[in-house]
């Protein structure tokens, strides 16, 4: 029978490996500052928006994930040249 800490372990894992596969398979996800929109709102007038600087107006960012993945590559690459 598992113990409770085998389960959790197991369980953040799974997570993890999904996490890792989302990420190879849909490397940008929406832009949490916009929320995917593009643009943000006005500091002083709410209803004039301006072009979010973060994601470029494009609603999409690389996902932390690819990130960590493109790192792992790139070093793996660059050692074995």
């Given at each position: 029978m598992l113990t409770i800490a085998a389960l959790a372990s197991l369980t953040i894992?799974?997570?993890a490996a999904f996490?890792?596969?989302?990420?190879y398979a849909s490397p940008f996800?929406?832009?949490?500052?916009c929320k995917g929109a593009g643009q943000r709102p006005g500091l002083i007038i709410r209803r004039l928006?301006?072009?979010?600087r973060r994601c470029a107006a494009t609603g999409k960012r690389v996902r932390v994930?690819?990130?960590?993945?493109?790192?792992i590559?790139?070093?793996y690459r660059a050692g074995n040249q």
């Open positions: 894992l799974g997570y996490y890792l596969i989302k990420c996800g929406r832009c949490r500052r928006t301006r072009e979010c994930g690819r990130r960590l993945i493109e790192h590559r790139t070093e």
